[in-house]
Structures are given as structure tokens and as C-alpha cells.
């Protein structure tokens, strides 16, 4: 099952929320990494390069789960849960969103802050139509590093959330985002 259904998240869905935690976490570290290399680490350039060519991926393949999240419906809260619950996951998930974009559109603002073009892996680039811009980087920088570290404790709450609905609640939330399979065999 590809698209999601009222009960449960297509394969679509599942591959999209994954591939996104993955990226969110391995560019958060790989971004931790390359702000302590020295000129004349062999990283140096090359580190930035990847951050920059995930980054601007993960923006495209951001847009694109928007728009797949707009065209399916979301599934039905598990029963038993309650309306506070259901909000607050809606505003959580919200906030996941808004700040990775707010992520990547200041990762670009840094990266074109000198009229260069994105390039990512030499596969295609992304051109610099916002440049030049007083103190570009470094207030995009800002933006860029409160973002990141917001996501990544709002992405923690979101997994401790998940595990607390499964294994506490038993309400099959995780199970849900794991496979689209029945309730019964998805349930860890």
C-alpha cells in the first residue's frame, strides 16, 4: 500500500518520515563536525560540500512530503486518544516543519550569500537568487544554528512521544509509522 489510508501510513509516507529523520540527524552531526575543522583538515571543503548537497536534497524532498501530505489523508488518531493529545501532536508536527524549512532556506541563504550557486554532488545546481543581502551569512548562520539545534530537541520529543504512545499507551502510534500493515501484525 503506497498511499496512506485512514488507518495507517502508506509506504510513501513511512519511507518519506524516515529518510527525513535520517538526513535531519546525519546533517546535524555532520554540521557539528565540520564548524571544529581547522583550514588544513582534508574535510575542510569537502565536508561542507555534502552538508550543503543533503541539505538542499532534503529541502526538495521536504517539499515534495508536503505536498504528498496534502494530497493523502492523514490518518485517523488511534482510538482512545484524547483531543489535547491529538493537538498537540498536530502543532508538534507543524513545528517539525516549520523549522526544517526554516532550516534550509537559511542553510541557502548562507550558502549563496556570495552569489554562488548551490552545487550538489555535480549532479545539477541551485542557483543564488537571494545574494549580496548586509550580513547574509552571518544572521542566516543565527537562524541556521538555532533551527537546527530546535529541531533536533523537538525531533527527540517527537521519538520519546512515539515510544511513550506504543509501549505505554498501546495505541499502536509507532507501529503506524513503521509499517502499513494491519494494527495486529504492526504491533510491536
Known sequence: MLRNTQDR??????????????????????????VELTYYHPWYREAPLIHKSLGMLLLLATLFRL?????????????????????AAKLGHGAIYLLLLTLMVSGYLISTADGRAIDIFNWFSIPALIHGLPQQEELAGTVHAYAAWSLIVLAAG???AAVKHQFLDRDNTLGRMISPQTKERATL
Do not use: D, E, K
Open 9 to 34: 501510513y502508506g509506504w510513501i509516507t513511512i519511507a518519506l518520515h524516515w529518510l527525513s529523520a535520517l538526513a535531519v540527524f546525519g546533517l546535524f552531526g555532520l554540521g557539528l563536525y565540520m
Open 67 to 87: 505536498w504528498w501530505r496534502f494530497s493523502n489523508p492523514s490518518p485517523n488518531a488511534p482510538a482512545g486518544q484524547g483531543r489535547a493529545t491529538q493537538v
Open 158 to 160: 517527537h521519538g520519546l
